[in-house]
């Protein structure tokens, strides 16, 4: 697939340019002018914890994600060329690190005001909880980025020559990239709300087989996304957000193996031996008190044994 330039010369790409320009110069005005009343001990009362600084934040967030889509599309010549290989990395990892820090002030700002510490909620409701969220985040970055690769070089209305189209490969990677993003965002929305919800029969067993799925799905997915044949072949969003999804699997999948060895060791225990009864029901019983608040999944798994009793507590 050769460069393609018809498209970036265009005057809708033009516009986008001058479009990401301006908002990097309002980002840059609007967080100097709130570290200014910050460090006023008379004006910080102006800003700091009120809705000002709110919408100050959710603007932030705003002309963030617009910039980091601008920047990292192919047809607008500016941290990507057309192949999508990142050609200006000042500007495509410092627009990122612009939107998570953005996200951080959000994150900060809700545990200030209303107390809500989003982060220590989410492993407080359940230890594999926050990874389920990353995954969701992450395959909508990867089904985005694989959406927008595929509009572009091959689409009919791409504004592209010939020459500069993807093959039939290229664009059925694209499409395979799609599937596996909208696959980990439904997912993580689906594992997420059961988990909030409340406790649900054969959760963890259904998490083993989920997260398993979505390990070895992404990795068939980063082997042809990421090869050089694949969309995901240059450093761009794609490539690593294949790459973060196939993370964030193996590590669901690291967490449900050590909950299972977990639980089978309570049951061993809650069951003993002919030979170590005396002793047996203590170190049992220290074992499920240790590892139950650890790990509130594994009580699902356990609930359905007919050997162990647990608590049927709330997650949330």
């Not at 990395?89 to 612009?98: D, E, I, Q, R, T």
């Not at 909030?196 to 259904?206: M, Q, T």
């Not at 761009?236 to 909950?259: H, K, P, R």
Request: glycine share 12%; net charge negative.
């Amino acid at each position: 697939m050769k460069a393609a330039h018809t498209d970036r010369l265009s005057p809708a790409a033009q516009t986008n340019q001058k479009y990401a320009v301006s908002c990097g110069a309002i980002l840059f005005l609007l967080s100097l002018l709130v570290v200014f009343l910050h460090t006023r001990p008379l004006l910080s009362s102006i800003i700091l914890g009120t809705k000002i600084e709110g919408g100050a934040i959710l603007v932030l967030l705003a002309l963030g994600s617009a910039l980091v889509a601008i920047v990292s599309d192919t047809r607008h010549g500016l941290a990507t060329d057309a192949s999508g290989i990142i050609s200006n990395g000042n500007l495509y990892y410092f627009s990122w690190a612009g939107l998570a820090t953005g996200v951080a002030l959000a994150l900060s700002y809700v545990r200030s005001v209303w107390g809500l510490d989003v982060a220590a909620e989410l492993q407080r409701c359940a230890q594999r909880l926050q990874y389920w969220v990353w995954l969701g985040v992450v395959g909508l970055i990867q089904m985005g980025s694989s959406a927008r690769l595929f509009d572009n070089h091959c689409g009919r209305s791409s504004g592209l020559g010939e020459e500069e189209m993807g093959t039939v490969k290229f664009c059925r990677r694209c499409q395979l990239g799609v599937a596996l993003g909208v696959s980990s965002v439904v997912a993580s929305m689906a594992v997420a709300g059961v988990t909030i919800s409340g406790r649900v029969p054969f959760l963890f067993a259904a998490e083993m087989i989920v997260s398993g799925a979505m390990a070895a799905s992404q990795a068939v997915g980063v082997a042809l996304l990421t090869s050089q044949e694949g969309p995901g072949a240059p450093l761009n969003n794609l490539f690593y957000s294949s790459w973060g999804s196939l993370g964030v699997g193996l590590v669901l999948v690291t967490y449900c193996i050590e909950d299972w060895s977990a639980a089978k060791g309570i049951m061993k225990s809650g069951n003993g031996g002919s030979d170590d009864v005396v002793g047996g029901e203590a170190e049992g019983s220290e074992l499920r008190e240790r590892t139950l608040p650890e790990n509130p999944s594994v009580a699902d798994w356990t609930a359905s044994q007919p050997s162990f009793e647990t608590s049927s507590t709330q997650l949330c």
